[in-house]
């Protein structure tokens, strides 16, 4: 069944016909405006809300819910109709509130460090399956106001692209969220971000490089044999050369894979020639790979390096460790189809 915040408000006109006009705008005023469930739109009369309701039943089922860093970090599991779980993680900080949303159950790519890539893929998500996620988070943060959805949950965005699109397009239209405040993480699938490019969204695009020379890079994101790192490279600048908009690059470190000296070299030389910004973020372990994130230690060495040799980077500090929330590290053994686990070992 369709969520109701596929429907536009043409067409939440159309299925309410016979009620006055203002009652489609208080109800997609306290849909989208406020953020209210619809049983709590109470400026529309209980038993047209009990209808939309039943019409319209929620598509996430919480089955999970747990907090951490003190409250400011919290984590649901949601089961989907058909069984698949998914993961939402709000981020509390002290000038914004960050949704993390999931744009796929499970993951395709089989990125070796990753807990979605090792459980595997078990199905797209709709519109209004992301667009819930946003709107119960939402309404967790009040009285806060949700400023930031992130698309680094489970899943490869550009690989559920329609949705993706869709979904950024509804958020700037109907929440008023801009550039800044929408970002899609990408493992760097170069077409889809060459098309992206053209769709005059307001995002920000990050891109999960984590090795800047092939050998290390297939290993890590085996996509990359398929968009090596030359091909990644002439997305990226097509991207820039469109939207005019920064690029980010996501580098997850990982013990003596990628925070070597050399790396860092490597990885300066890729960033300077697209003016990229670098997020750090040490590995998080999982259950799959058996090498370790880097230390505190490494990790300051390595973004001074690149600091050093003009690079904009920063170390982005991991929330919900401890409920296995960060973002990307959203590990679902649930959802069945497991494969084969790549395994490295140190
Ligand atoms: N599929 C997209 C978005 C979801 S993953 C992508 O890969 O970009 C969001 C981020 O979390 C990515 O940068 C991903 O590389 C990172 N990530 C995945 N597993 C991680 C881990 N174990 N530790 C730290 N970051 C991880
Ligand atoms: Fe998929 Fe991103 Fe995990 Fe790679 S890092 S397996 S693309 S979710």
């Known amino acids: 069944m369709a969520s109701i915040y ?94 993390c949303v999931s744009s796929q159950a499970g993951c395709a790519m089989g990125c070796t460090f990753c807990a979605t890539g090792q459980a595997g893929f078990s199905g797209q998500l709709s519109v209004g399956q992301v667009l819930e996620q946003v709107m119960f988070a939402s309404r967790a943060a009040a009285p806060l106001r949700l400023s930031n959805v992130v698309f680094m949950g489970m899943g490869e965005p550009l690989a559920n692209y329609h949705v993706t699109v869709d979904v950024v397009r509804r958020l700037h239209e109907y929440r008023g969220l801009s550039a800044r405040h929408l970002t899609v993480s990408t493992v760097g699938v170069a077409p889809a971000i060459e098309r992206l490019a053209h769709e ?92 370790r994130g880097s230390n505190a230690q490494r990790v300051a060495a390595f973004r001074d390096g690149l600091l050093a040799r003009g690079v904009n980077a920063t170390v982005r500090n991991t929330r919900g460790r401890s409920i296995a929330a960060a973002c990307g590290q959203l590990a679902t053994v649930t959802n069945a189809k497991r494969r084969s686990l790549p395994v490295r070992s140190a």
């Open 6 to 99: 596929e429907y536009s408000k043409e067409e939440l006109a159309s299925l309410l016909e016979g009620e006055p006009r203002y009652r489609v705008d208080q109800l997609w005023h306290g849909l989208w405006s406020e953020g209210l469930d619809i049983e709590d739109i109470t400026t529309i009369p209980a038993s047209l809300r009990a209808t939309l309701r039943a019409h319209f039943p929620a598509a996430l089922e919480v089955v999970n819910d747990v907090e951490s860093d003190q409250g400011a970090t919290r984590k649901w599991v949601f089961r989907l109709e058909g069984g698949s779980t998914i993961e939402t993680v709000l981020m509390r900080y002290e000038n914004r509130v960050t949704v």
């Open 200 to 291: 005059g969204l307001p995002l920000t695009l990050a891109v999960s490089l984590h090795a800047a020379n092939n050998t290390t890079r297939d290993e890590l994101v085996p996509l990359n044999r398929r968009y090596p790192l030359e091909r990644l490279h002439v997305a990226c600048q097509r991207w820039l050369d469109v939207t005019g908009r920064r690029l980010s690059f996501e580098w997850a470190l990982i013990d003596g894979v990628n925070d070597t000296d050399q790396a860092i070299v490597e990885l300066a030389e890729y960033a300077n020639s697209l003016g990229a910004h670098v997020n750090l973020i040490p590995l998080n372990p999982t259950p799959g790979f058996l090498v």
